[in-house]
DNA sequence: GATTTACAGGACCGAAATGGTCCGATATAG
DNA sequence: CTATATCGGACCATTTCGGTCCTGTAAATC
């Protein structure tokens, strides 16, 4: 489990195509729903709110579009999540100001946010360019994955929320 | 987001508590649930869920309850959820075999998969050990937290399913 | 061996989140 | 002015989640 929302699994895959592609043009939802398959109203609002988040820039009206808000090295995966579905929080308390009746008592409070930091960080660390190397997807199943960890974070946008 | 169920924090609060008064003695569903200020229902929810997933061991009867089936060391928090929501799995194809609809034309089948075990190996290197040690929690938000990783995984139970 | 204690397993239900669709408003190109 | 696309939100069916409760079984005590 720790399971991503469908949402954010489309605007992976959406922003891996727009990464892929280039960013040289800006492509509408229309396209992007051809080209993965995907439910145009769906992608639709995938796009919007990467679009929210900063992740995306878009071009309204004729021959709009979307477009990559930045080159895909400096996009992240955690960045991604934050646009669609906030910030990676694993637990709520994670997330800031907690309002948990258990503030006092409990006695993992700290150390949950490091290991929420540690998934956090992790998340930052991979860019929407890892996505489509094929040298990372070459990384497989094996704990080498983990030597990615050692590189500088991509250090992206911050999603509002 | 990116958020554990509130069954698997409340198991990582109990794991906590019993890793932290030793493995020596077993406590009850009852007894921890003073400890902890949940409702008895609950917590003996989670800890059954906890044992079936090999984490715990149960005693029971009269005088029963629950201790750790390892070392604090060996007992990583990848497991635990593992037990309590089944293994960490970002997306739905990230488990295992997929019934996605999209298996033929998806693009970011690998790299998702590489992503899913970043997070997973990331979890896997941080134990209950951890998670009462203060000098983890000293970790706070910084990015040192990612050091931890470099370390040797608590390589610990794996839950069934 | 009767009684008490405590876990095992699962049914159950209300509340909340999720996934997906659709609509009116606004901005832009031609 | 018209066609095209995004913007912002409402909306709803379905699922999941959080929590409770009940029946059965194993173990200890007297």
Same mark, same amino acid.
């Given at each position: 489990?720790?399971?991503? &929302? ?16 280039? &960013? ?19 992608? !639709? ?52 100001? !907690? ?27 991979? &860019? ?16 080498? &994955? ?16």
């Amino acid at each position: 489990m720790l399971r991503l &929302s469908k949402l954010t699994d489309y605007g992976i895959v959406l922003l891996a195509r727009l990464a892929r592609d280039g &960013s040289r043009e800006s492509r509408n939802a229309r396209e992007l729903a051809a080209g993965t398959e995907l439910p145009v109203p769906v992608v !639709s609002k995938v796009l919007k709110q990467l679009a929210r988040g900063g992740v995306l820039e878009s071009q309204r009206g004729a021959r709009g579009g979307y477009s990559l808000a930045l080159p895909a090295q400096r996009i992240s995966v955690a960045a991604v999540i934050g646009a669609l579905e906030g910030p990676v929080a694993i637990t709520e308390c994670a997330s800031g100001p !907690s309002v948990c009746s258990h503030e006092g008592t409990c006695a993992v409070r700290d150390p949950v946010h490091v290991l929420n930091n540690v998934v956090r960080e992790a998340l930052a660390t991979v &860019s929407l360019a890892d996505l489509i190397d094929p040298a990372f997807s070459a990384l497989g199943d094996t704990s080498e &994955s983990l030597q990615i960890l050692g590189r500088t974070p991509a250090r992206a946008v911050v999603a509002p929320e």
